[in-house]
Nanobody, 122 residues
Framework: VQLVESGGGLVQAGGSLRLSCATSGFTFSDYNMGWFRQSPGKGREFVAGINWNGYNDHYEASLKGRFFISRDNAKNLVYLQMNSLKPEDTATYYC????????????????WGQGTQVIVFS
């Protein structure tokens, strides 16, 4: 099983980034997928989740309206579009997957990527 994030980098406050997560080794369309982030000195926090067929999604309340999660089941990819970025969005962003929605949102995922770093400067 592999989850490989990409698209992170250095961006000025107010800018946008789109993260991608390429997956392999499991039946992607059977899994709920999500994004988490961890800032230095803080615990890993839930960012957004999308269910197996893409019909339902859920966001950390403070990020709703700026961040958007989507998936392409034909390509085994999940995305996170991040707009109006702020310095406090600086973190390592992780892709994750689980067949159970509750476990996904709780961060108790079966599968995790290695993370991609996002740095937002003012």
């Amino acid at each position: 099983v592999q989850l490989v994030e990409s698209g992170g980098g250095l961006v000025q406050a107010g800018g946008s980034l789109r993260l991608s997560c390429a997956t392999s080794g499991f039946t992607f369309s059977d899994y709920n997928m999500g994004w988490f982030r961890q800032s230095p000195g803080k615990g890993r926090e839930f960012v957004a989740g999308i269910n197996w067929n893409g019909y339902n999604d859920h966001y950390e309340a403070s990020l709703k309206g700026r961040f958007f999660i989507s998936r392409d089941n034909a390509k085994n990819l999940v995305y996170l579009q991040m707009n109006s970025l702020k310095p406090e969005d600086t973190a390592t962003y992780y892709c994750a997957g689980d067949s159970n929605w509750g476990r996904l949102v709780a961060g108790m995922n079966e599968y995790w990527g290695q993370g991609t770093q996002v740095i937002v400067f003012s």
